[in-house]
């Protein structure tokens, strides 16, 4: 059964880190590329960062020289690390797989405020 499970949201302030998760199962993970989205309320979902099969990342403008993607294929994960935050990066956040969607998780909340 296919499955993605985010984790490590929070509240923090601005200027704070946060280190997010997300476990994959039910499909071969170490083939496909994966990407963080988010969505803040009454907002479309964003791309956030992308992470090839072969680790190559790539960033949403909003977001470049702050967030981290990274990968680890033995343990069907990806990561979103998070620094300087700011009040614009408050959403939920999600992952998937690159090409074709797989179903949605439940997100993980990310509120920057002070």
């Known amino acids: 059964q296919v499955q993605l499970v985010e984790s490590g949201g929070g509240l923090v302030q601005p200027g704070g880190s946060l280190r997010l998760s997300c476990a994959a199962s039910?499909?071969?993970?170490?083939?496909?590329?994966m990407v963080w989205y988010r969505q803040a309320p009454g907002k479309q979902r964003e791309l956030v960062a992308v992470?090839?099969?072969?680790?190559?990342?790539n960033y949403a403008d909003s977001v470049k020289g702050r967030f981290t993607i990274s990968r680890d294929n033995t343990k069907n994960a990806v990561y979103l690390q998070m620094n300087n935050l700011k009040p614009e990066d408050t959403a939920v956040y999600y992952c998937?797989?690159?090409?074709?969607?797989?179903?949605w998780g439940q997100g993980t909340q990310v509120t920057v405020s002070s």
């Open positions: 992470v090839t099969d072969r680790g190559i990342m």
């Open positions: 998937n797989k690159g090409g074709s969607l797989l179903p």
């Open positions: 039910g499909f071969t993970f170490s083939i496909y590329a």
